[in-house]
């Protein structure tokens, strides 16, 4: 029986690329370079936010242009209201509930720690979180298991008691990588290869169908 939940942040509890489309359109635009897509943005997601920024930049990626460029967008997202961003329907239900039946719950992310206690303080502050790993800067990122690790050791649980949900292939990696079974949703940024990922145990349409291994 499962008895610690781990879920990934950005397209599984929250809808939160549109304003992460906004602030990097407004940086490429200052250094004028050539703006993106929304479609494009959603197929960069998933690393940390130096490897999304390569991605970004293109052509335009060099070391220099990286770290000003990284530094321009923080700038513009931490200071933007991000009213575009919004859990996802039924997210605060599941995990309430989730909650009133004992399971332990934690949130695994290659954001920075602070931008998701920002969201789960406005959206989720009856929610106790057991433990939130977000991207620290003197340890590797998703899909390298480090955050997944802790937060199994601090909770002291089985690997055989452990869930991940998350929705992209850097999730699956995450959760084989540490050797956890995993769930995905379907409503995130993912793409059908990951649903049918041999890895997963379900690919569900539903918040409440994560009930059935709790």
């Known amino acids: 029986m499962k008895k610690l939940c781990i879920f990934d942040f ?3 509890l929250f809808d939160s690329v549109d304003d ?17 897509t ?28 990286r770290e000003t460029f990284k530094k321009t967008y923080l700038d513009f997202y931490d200071s933007s ?19 009133e039946n004992g399971v332990l719950l ?12 920002n969201f789960v303080d406005k959206f989720f502050a009856d929610i106790d979180f057991f433990q939130i790993e977000g991207h620290d800067l003197d340890y590797p990122s998703k899909p390298h ?7 199994i050791k601090n909770a002291n649980v089985s690997l055989d008691e452990v869930i991940y949900i998350g929705d992209s292939i850097t999730d699956i990696e995450t959760a084989k990588n540490a050797g956890i079974d995993c769930v995905i949703v379907k409503w995130g940024y993912g793409v059908k290869s990951d649903w049918e990922n041999e890895y997963v145990l379900e690919a569900i349409d539903e918040f409440s169908q994560i009930f059935d291994y709790f």
């Open 10 to 12: 950005d397209g599984t």
């Open 145 to 151: 298991p480090h955050g997944v690790n802790k937060i």
């Open 38 to 65: 929304r479609e494009e943005y959603i197929g960069f997601l998933g690393g940390n936010i130096d490897d999304i920024i390569s991605l970004v930049l293109k052509d335009n990626e060099t070391p220099e242009n």
């Open 106 to 117: 934690a949130i695994n992310s290659n954001r920075f720690n602070y931008s998701i206690k």
């Open 81 to 99: 209201k991000k009213e575009l961003s919004v859990p996802f329907p039924e997210s605060h239900e599941t995990l309430m509930k989730l909650q």
């Open 20 to 36: 992460v489309v906004l602030s990097f359109n407004k940086a490429l635009e200052l250094y004028s370079f050539p703006t993106l």
